[in-house]
């Protein structure tokens, strides 16, 4: 869970370091004041996107830091796959610089944004306003049944079927379609590839080629050279060569060995020497050309096959490696022409089987998230009726619709919010205050499934007032005995529910405004909760409720 957090130059929080109760922790203050920088902040610590325009004027950088515990195993799991020590603290940062760019470290060390979005995506969960509109979206509906169902192994063996199957498909239309190209292009494919099988030509022939027409222009003059360097190790019948002078010279050397004992040691280098001379006279004779070597024929071929790389470079604009390696796909290309109805057999038989176990699967999902749809709906239906919205109907409504990479279902979400009307998509009838209720439900039932340590809700009481609100106070409440809960609010009633509650508030003096964050103790919240009520903190009827209110919080 959100232990502390740390934030320097966010917009107008110059410094703040806030540290977080592991139950209901609620933020109130003034509109404007900052809390939805707050929530900001805490997104850009989970990797989320930031804009250099939330860097306090006339800074740097913003920097966030977040201090976790009692860290999921997931979590734990993705820290050392991504060679990170794994210890009983996360520390996340993220640098937001003026000039637009962003940086993130992972306990201290440098890491890229995505790898602290995945590691990060298993730490919180937020909820904002905008979010209810999305649980009007069937697909949104059709994720938080599967979420609740546990679908996701089977989704995605599911997924790499239908990626399987849809890939034979676009295939067997591919090898079809070249199968009626006209036969132009089949001859044109032959003609290439029978004039480079006809040289057999090798990625690193022309360097090959030059580098000996090389030689064999030259061979004259080579070949002189060669000889005489060989001469001059071997002698001729009126010279001798070094290798004999060398030979006379170790004889020398060695008849004083009797005499002069430390000789041996320069006899022994001398013989090696010689030994080293014998192997450069043997590769030199070995470079000798033959005389008998027909050296005009063999520049004719060589030259030959040179203007024939050449002109198939001018032809297909680029070096001979390229041209070879085109000519493999230019093949496969070309037998599936030549052999389209064998490949489309072939073909059509594992896109049938691959069909069936689409099919198969997608059954299978089907009636898991039939068997899930009840119980999750009678799970938050039982919410809502806590939540004040006790003549709810709630049914998750699946019907079979076109095969697709999430299955062949269609989710949408029905529902009656008084006795005697009938089920209709959520989207047509719910009303802001409805769907507060509803998310708040769905997450609650949601969090218990997935067991998640903390939740964010940036202004769940949108639509509600009164005694609904006082429910969504007892519902946060009771939800925060499991996990740590984080809550943005305007409404007594659920601040009044918070184990703590910070005040963000603005305050400016002559040249900049500025944002602070208290943790109030009890007068303090007394204060705060009686602002909320009349707009003024100091109004005896104000105070006198709120205490009322922090009192009956403290006796559930």
Request: charged share 35%.
């Amino acid at each position: 869970m959100l232990r502390e957090l740390s934030i320097e130059n966010l917009a107008v929080i110059e410094k703040a370091s806030i540290a977080f109760d592991d139950k209901l922790n609620v933020f109130t203050g003034e509109t404007g004041a900052g809390k939805s920088i707050l929530i900001g902040g805490i997104n850009a610590i989970l990797g989320g996107r930031v804009s250099k325009d939330i860097v306090r004027a006339g800074t740097e950088k913003a920097v966030v830091t977040g201090l976790f515990d009692d860290l999921p195993e997931s979590v734990r799991t993705k820290l050392s796959d991504n060679g990170f020590a794994v210890d009983d603290e996360l520390l996340l940062q993220r640098d937001i610089h003026a000039d637009g760019k962003s940086t993130a470290r992972i306990n201290g060390r440098a890491t890229t944004v995505a790898i602290l979005r995945d590691i990060a995506s298993e730490l919180i969960d937020i909820h904002g306003q905008h979010d209810n509109r999305l649980l009007m979206d069937g697909d949104n509906q059709r994720e938080i049944l599967d979420s609740y169902g546990k679908n996701s192994g089977l989704l995605s063996e599911y997924a790499t079927a239908f990626k399987e199957f849809s890939a034979l498909s676009r295939k067997i239309k591919e090898v079809s379609r070249k199968k009626t190209e006209s036969l132009e292009k089949a001859e044109l494919l032959r003609e290439r590839l029978e004039e480079l099988d006809r040289y057999n030509f090798s990625a690193d022939e022309e360097e090959t080629v030059k580098q000996k027409i090389e030689e064999l222009r030259n061979a004259e003059y080579i070949s002189e050279n060669l000889y005489n360097a060989q001469t001059a190790i071997s002698g001729d019948d009126d010279t001798d060569g070094a290798y004999s002078m060398l030979e006379h010279c170790k004889y020398s050397v060695s008849s004083l060995s009797n005499t002069i004992p430390e000789l041996d040691k320069l006899a022994e280098r001398i013989s090696d020497m010689l030994v080293e001379l014998e192997d450069i006279r043997e590769e030199i004779v070995q470079r000798i050309p033959d005389e008998d070597e027909d050296t005009a024929g063999m520049l004719g071929v060589l030259e030959e096959r040179l203007s024939v790389i050449l002109r198939l470079q001018r032809k297909y604009g680029t070096d001979l490696a390229q041209i070879l390696e085109n000519s493999e796909k230019w093949r496969n290309e070309l037998y599936e022409i030549d052999n389209g109805d064998d490949i489309i057999e072939e073909l059509t038989e594992k896109k049938k089987e691959a069909g069936e176990k689409v099919k198969r699967l997608a059954t299978v999902l089907t009636n898991r998230r039939k068997k899930a749809a009840d119980d999750l709906a009678k799970r938050i239906s039982a919410e809502l009726t806590f939540l004040d919205m006790p003549d709810i109907r709630l049914v998750f409504d699946i019907s079979q619709d076109k095969v697709t990479l999430s299955g062949m279902d269609k989710v949408e979400m029905l529902i009656s919010v008084n006795k005697g009307e009938d089920l209709k998509p959520m989207s047509k009838i719910a009303s802001g205050g409805e769907l507060s209720r509803i998310m708040l439900a769905v997450k609650n039932v949601l969090a218990e499934t997935d067991k998640l340590h903390t939740m964010i809700f940036d202004e769940i009481d949108t639509g509600i007032s009164g005694r609904a609100a006082a429910k969504v106070g007892l519902k946060l409440h009771e939800a925060a005995e499991n996990r740590q809960i984080l809550c943005v609010t305007h409404l007594a009633q659920i601040a009044a529910m918070a184990d703590t509650q910070l005040l963000i508030k603005k305050t400016s003096d002559e040249k900049r405004t500025y944002t602070g964050i208290t943790k109030l103790d009890f007068e303090g919240r007394k204060r705060e909760i009686a602002r909320i009520i009349s707009g003024d903190e100091n109004d005896p009827i104000s105070l006198e409720n709120a205490e009322m209110l922090l009192l009956r919080k403290n006796v559930i």
